[in-house]
Nanobody
Framework: QVQLVESGGGLVQAGGSLRLSCTAS????????MGWFRQAPGKERDFVAA????????YYADSVKGRFTISRDNADNTVYLQMNSLKPEDTAVYYC??????????????????WGQGTQVTVSS
């Protein structure tokens, strides 16, 4: 069992930056692929970024590539999402997720076993 707690959301102006954190409970954190998803009001939950268990590889949605960076610290059971050059269309609730599924399922919500409660990110124009 893994429990995930996100933090770091807030209100920021367009062009600004935020850093989201997701801290996991449990001693098996380092074995999980970690992902970030986001959900805007009235829309589906969309993939944002994922990182392998070792932190060696990251993968991004086209909409955030070059602006967002995912990283992890297995010693601290934490995964991060650094978000730069934020746009109003980045406004959403951001969720972190942990999964033991295949790397090929990294962009799908079904590829993850555990979810955090979400943190709100609002980007004003």
């Amino acid at each position: 069992q893994v429990q995930l707690v996100e933090s770091g959301g807030g209100l920021v102006q367009a062009g600004g930056s935020l850093r989201l954190s997701c801290t996991a409970s449990g001693r098996t954190f380092s074995t999980y692929t970690m992902g970030w998803f986001r959900q805007a009001p009235g829309k589906e939950r969309d993939f944002v970024a994922a990182i392998t268990w070792s932190g060696g590889s990251g993968y991004y949605a086209d909409s955030v590539k070059g602006r967002f960076t995912i990283s992890r610290d297995n010693a601290d059971n934490t995964v991060y999402l650094q978000m730069n050059s934020l746009k109003p269309e980045d406004t959403a609730v951001y969720y972190c997720a942990a999964g033991l599924g295949r790397w090929s399922t990294r962009t799908r919500t079904g590829g993850y076993d555990y979810w955090g409660q979400g943190t709100q990110v609002t980007v004003s124009s």
